[in-house]
C-alpha cells in the first residue's frame, strides 16, 4: 500500500537524522507527523509544508463528502474544530520553526493532528502519544508523495546501523464502540442486508461491510465491535457505516467512546532466526513450545507487546493499543533477532 | 538383541505390538522426533520401534489405570482430572503438565486476537473457552489438595531443570547446523502426537477400555507421550555418556554386570577411544535407561509395595 511507504520514509529520515539533532526533544514534540513536521533545516520547509496543507485539506475535504452529517452531537462538533484548526495551522506556520527549536510544546500541532485524524472525543488524544509517528492520515484512499527524506526527527532513537529499515504494516484493528441505544436484533437482523443472527449461538448480529473490509458484532445493548480494518481511520470509518446502517433502520445511534482495542501488525526480517537461542537467553519473556504452535511468543514488557516470532523471519506483533507501540516493539526486537540469525 | 529376565519388555502384561503386526505405526515421525529432542541427524530405526513399543506400553498402562480412577468416581469418560490425579505424586512433571495446558490456553488467545475469523468463531461457540484447561486443573486441584502443595505449583516460578537442559541441549544442536539443516531441525521439532490426533487414536487402541478418553484427556496423552519419547531420549543420552569412559573416572573399573551385557566389545572399544562411533542411540541404550529408571535403588526398595504393585514406573509421570 502506497500509505505504507511514507510511514517506511520517516522511520529511515528518523533514523538517518538522528545525529543532527542536538538537544533531546520533548515527549510532546516528538509526534512524527507528515503534516506537523517542522523542518528547520530543510532547504524549502514552507514549499513541502503547503503542499502538505494542500494534501491535507484535500484528504480531508474528501472524507467529510463521505455522508455523516446525520450523525449528531459530538461529530459536528469535530467538524468545526476541523475547520478551526486548518485555519489555524496556515498562521501557525512560519511560527512553527521558532518554537520547536525552543522546545515549546505546540498545541496547535496536537490539534491538527486531532483534526486530521478527525477523531472526536478524548480517544483521539491516544493517537498522538509520544512516539505516535503517524497518528494522521484521514484517508488512505490518498496516500501522501511527499520529499520527507529531510525530515528531522524529535525523539533521540538508536544509531542508523541499528534502524531496521523495516516497518511493520498493519493486518487487523479491533475496536469498540458504543451506540447509546438499546437495538432490536432481530428487526436489525431481518432488514440488514449480510447480516446474521443466530440468537441460539450467540447474542449478537454480524454484520459485514466491504468498504472497508470489515466484521461488526452489534449486540442488543448498543455496544458494537468492528475487526477486520487495516488502519486507524479505516477501523474508525467501518464503525460509522455500521452505525449508520443503524440508524437508518430507525435507532437514535450515536457514536459514543469509539476505541481501539487490539492492533495487530506483521513484518519479515528476511532472514531465518534460531529460536533455540532465543528461547534461551530471553527466558523470561519467551515461550516456544514447537510441538504446539511454531512460532516463540514473546511478552516483550515495555511496550506491552506479544510478538510471535518465526524461524522463517516473520514477526506478528498484537496486543497494542496505538501504532507507535508495534513501531517501538519491532525496533526493540530487531537487534536482539539479528543476534539469532541463521546464517 | 537381549531379551533376558532383565529386560524389562517382557513383563510387560499388554501386548507390545510387534507380534499383532500393527498397521499403525509411528516409528517414522519417532526418528524425527528423537533427532529434535537430542539425538543424532538420523536415529536408528530399530531404536525408534523399541521407543514407539515403550511408549504404547506405557500409554496403555496409564489409560487403565485413568480408566479405574475414573470408574472410581462414577464418570462415563476418561477426562484431564483422572490423567492429572495420577500424576498429582511427582510435583515437577505436575508442573510440567500445568505449564503446558496454560500455555496451550495462552496461544489460543493470542491466536485468537490475530485472525478476526477466529475471533468470531471462538465468539459463536458459545461457551467461553478463555482458559479452560487452566480452569479444570485449578477446580480439580482445588478439590484434591489437602495440604495446599498443589495449589502453590500455580504460583510457583522455579525453573524446570529438566526442560532447561533441553533447551540448552537444542540451542547446542542449533549452533552448528547451518541454514538447512536449521529448517529440518525444526520441522521435526513441529512434530507431535498432537498433530496426527486421528492417528494417535488409532494406535491407541482404547477399542478395549470401557470408558473412552474425552478430548482433553487425549491432548493430555498425545503430551505424555511426547514427555515419554523426550524423558527416554534424554536417559539414553546419559547412559550413553557414562559408557564412555572418562580418564580420572574413579569409577571405571566398577561398572555393573548387566551393563556389561548390552556392550558390545567393538562398541567398547571404539568409546574408549573418546568419541563413539555411531551418533545415534543405540536400542540397548533405551534398555539401559529403562532399566535403571524402573529399579527403584535404595534401602528399602524391595519392601516398596506401591512400586510393586505398578509393574511399571511410568516415565511420563
Known amino acids: 500500500m502506497e500509505g505504507e511507504e511514507t510511514y517506511l520514509e520517516l522511520f ?46 484535500e484528504t480531508s475535504g474528501n472524507f467529510s463528502s463521505v455522508d455523516l452529517s446525520f450523525l449528531p452531537d459530538e461529530l459536528t462538533q469535530e467538524d468545526k474544530d476541523q475547520t478551526l484548526i486548518r485555519s489555524k495551522h496556515e498562521t501557525e506556520e ?47 484512499e490518498k496516500p501522501l508523495s511527499l520529499p520527507l527524506a529531510s525530515i528531522t526527527p524529535m525523539t533521540p532513537v538508536t544509531p542508523v546501523s541499528e534502524c531496521s529499515g523495516i516497518v511493520p504494516q498493519l493486518q487487523n484493528i479491533v475496536s469498540t464502540v458504543n451506540l447509546a441505544c438499546k437495538l432490536d436484533l432481530k428487526k436489525i437482523a431481518l432488514h440488514a442486508k449480510n447480516a446474521e443472527y443466530n440468537p441460539k449461538r450467540f447474542a449478537a448480529v454480524i ?43 430507525g435507532f437514535p445511534a450515536r457514536f459514543l467512546d469509539f476505541k481501539i482495542q487490539n492492533m495487530v501488525g506483521s513484518c519479515d526480517v528476511r532472514f531465518p532466526i534460531r529460536l533455540e537461542g532465543l528461547v534461551l537467553t530471553h527466558q523470561q519473556f519467551s515461550s516456544y513450545e514447537p510441538e504446539l504452535f511454531p512460532g516463540l511468543i514473546y511478552r516483550m514488557v515495555k511496550p506491552r507487546i506479544v510478538l510471535l516470532i518465526f524461524v522463517s523471519g516473520k514477526v506478528v506483533l498484537t496486543g497494542a493499543k496505538e501504532r507507535s507501540e508495534i513501531y517501538e516493539a519491532f525496533e526493540n526486537i530487531y537487534p536482539i533477532l539479528k543476534g539469532f540469525k541463521k546464517t | 538383541m537381549n531379551n533376558t529376565a532383565a529386560s524389562p519388555m517382557s513383563t510387560a502384561t499388554s501386548s507390545s505390538g510387534r507380534s499383532t503386526g500393527k498397521s499403525v505405526s509411528f516409528a517414522a515421525e519417532l526418528q524425527s522426533m528423537m533427532f529434535s529432542l537430542g539425538d543424532s541427524r538420523r536415529p536408528l530405526h530399530e531404536t525408534a520401534v523399541l521407543v514407539e513399543d515403550v511408549v504404547h506400553t506405557q500409554l496403555i498402562n496409564l489409560l487403565q489405570q485413568a480408566a479405574e480412577v475414573s470408574q472410581l468416581r462414577g464418570a462415563r469418560v476418561i477426562s484431564a482430572e483422572d490423567l492429572l490425579f495420577l500424576i498429582r505424586k511427582d510435583k515437577k512433571k505436575l508442573r510440567r503438565l500445568l505449564k503446558y495446558m496454560f500455555f496451550r490456553d495462552y496461544k489460543s488467545k493470542i491466536v485468537k486476537g490475530i485472525d478476526e475469523d477466529d475471533l468470531l468463531e471462538d465468539k459463536l461457540s458459545g461457551s467461553n473457552n478463555a482458559n479452560k484447561r487452566q480452569k479444570i486443573a485449578q477446580d480439580f486441584l482445588n478439590s484434591i489438595d489437602q495440604t495446599g502443595e498443589l495449589l502453590a505449583m500455580f504460583e510457583d516460578d522455579e525453573i524446570d531443570e529438566v526442560k532447561q537442559e533441553r533447551m540448552e541441549r537444542a540451542e547446542r544442536q542449533t549452533r552448528i547446523m547451518d541454514s538447512a539443516q536449521y529448517a529440518e531441525f525444526c520441522e521435526s521439532r513441529q512434530l507431535s502426537f498432537s498433530k496426527k490426533a486421528s492417528k494417535f487414536r488409532d494406535w491407541l487402541d482404547c477399542s478395549s477400555l470401557e470408558i473412552k478418553p474425552n478430548v482433553v484427556a487425549m491432548e493430555i496423552l498425545a503430551y505424555l507421550a511426547y514427555e515419554t519419547v523426550a524423558q527416554l531420549v534424554d536417559l539414553a543420552l546419559l547412559v550413553r555418556q557414562d559408557m564412555v569412559t572418562k580418564a580420572g573416572d574413579p569409577f571405571s573399573h566398577a561398572i555393573s554386570a548387566t551393563f556389561i551385557q548390552y556392550h558390545s566389545s567393538a562398541e567398547s572399544t571404539a568409546a574408549c577411544g573418546g568419541e563413539a562411533h555411531s551418533d545415534a542411540i543405540q536400542p540397548c541404550h533405551i534398555r539401559e535407561a529403562v532399566r535403571r529408571y524402573s529399579h527403584k535403588i535404595g534401602p528399602l526398595s524391595p519392601f516398596t509395595s506401591a512400586y510393586r504393585r505398578n509393574g511399571m514406573a511410568f516415565l511420563a509421570c
Open chain 1, 12 to 57: 529511515l529520515a528518523r533514523c538517518a537524522a538522528q545525529d543532527d539533532l542536538a538537544p533531546p526533544r520533548s515527549p510532546l514534540l516528538s509526534p512524527i507527523v507528515p503534516y506537523d513536521v517542522y523542518i528547520p533545516n530543510s532547504s524549502n520547509p514552507e514549499t513541502t509544508f503547503n503542499s502538505q496543507l494542500e494534501e491535507v485539506t
Open chain 1, 94 to 140: 512560519n511560527c512553527k520553526t521558532k518554537s520547536w527549536q525552543s522546545g515549546l510544546p505546540l498545541p496547535s500541532q496536537q490539534d491538527v493532528g486531532l483534526a486530521l485524524n478527525s477523531s472526536g472525543g478524548s480517544n483521539s488524544h491516544s493517537h498522538l502519544h509520544p512516539g505516535d509517528a503517524d497518528s494522521a492520515q484521514p484517508s488512505p
Open chain 1, 207 to 249: 454484520m459485514r461491510i466491504r468498504e472497508p473490509r470489515t466484521t461488526a458484532l452489534i449486540f442488543s445493548s448498543g455496544k458494537m465491535v468492528c475487526t477486520g480494518a487495516k488502519s486507524e481511520e479505516l477501523s474508525r470509518l467501518a464503525a460509522r457505516k455500521y452505525a449508520r446502517v443503524v440508524q437508518k433502520l
